[in-house]
């Protein structure tokens, strides 16, 4: 499946060169809600999952995509405000975390029997809701596990390989990068894919490629 990762310029030159994507550690993502999106009015049920989320956060990591590299929002939010760069990566649809919009937070009746998964079953279940504000994102989740504990806020990376296969570039509207540039970067460091310059549709608020 193609999806798609947005970056500033300089990180997305960056993951090019050294063939790798940061990991987002679980307990420094941006939406505090993460892995709540069960009701946590009962005590035991807020002290369950917090416990859980920093376990799994010593053991997971995510890598995050757009299944759209159209979204204005996306470009503005993650890559500069569109002076950055989106990369798409070739995944196993198998692999990926298909995230599920919802107005409202899970019922806490669903608490009990998300105690029955263990391990990484569990740690996906957390991480499969979000509000519905988030939707834009059209998000999917490669969740990874450490090769050990990691229990510090050290950076994690994971190697482009064939399940995070760079399979097509594009540069950001206001992007300083050339095609031209870009493509000799990706030909110098063993890479041969599209490039794209995006530019605002002329009939609908998203971005196209420029012919």
């Not at 999106?37 to 920093?54: C, G, P, S």
């Not at 376990?55 to 995050?64: D, E, F, P, Q, S």
């Not at 159209?70 to 989106?86: R, T």
Request: glycine share 6%.
């Amino acid at each position: 499946m193609k999806v798609y990762h947005f970056l500033k310029g300089k990180y997305a030159l960056d993951a090019i060169a050294n063939q790798r994507l940061k990991v987002a550690r679980l307990n420094a993502l941006n939406d505090p809600y993460e892995c709540f999106h069960m009701e946590m009015d009962n005590y035991l049920a807020r002290v369950t999952l917090k416990e859980r989320k920093n376990l799994a956060n010593r053991w997971y990591g995510l890598l995050c995509f757009s299944g759209d590299f159209s979204s204005p929002v996306q470009w503005a939010h993650y890559s500069e405000s569109h002076a950055g760069v989106c990369l798409g990566f070739e995944v196993p649809s198998e692999l990926l975390l298909k995230v599920d919009y919802s107005a409202e937070r899970t019922f806490g009746a669903e608490f009990k029997d998300a105690l029955d998964l263990k391990g990484v079953e569990f740690t996906k279940y957390m991480l499969s809701r979000k509000h519905e504000h988030w939707k834009c994102e059209d998000e999917y989740r490669l969740l990874l596990r450490f090769n050990e504990k990691v229990m510090d806020d050290r950076l994690v990376f994971e190697p482009f390989s064939e399940k995070l296969r760079l399979s097509e570039v594009f540069l950001g509207l206001r992007c300083g990068i050339s095609r031209k540039e870009m493509g000799l970067i990706l030909r110098n460091n063993g890479f041969s894919v599209n490039v794209s310059k995006m530019a605002m549709s002329e009939d609908a608020y998203k971005m196209v490629r420029i012919p």
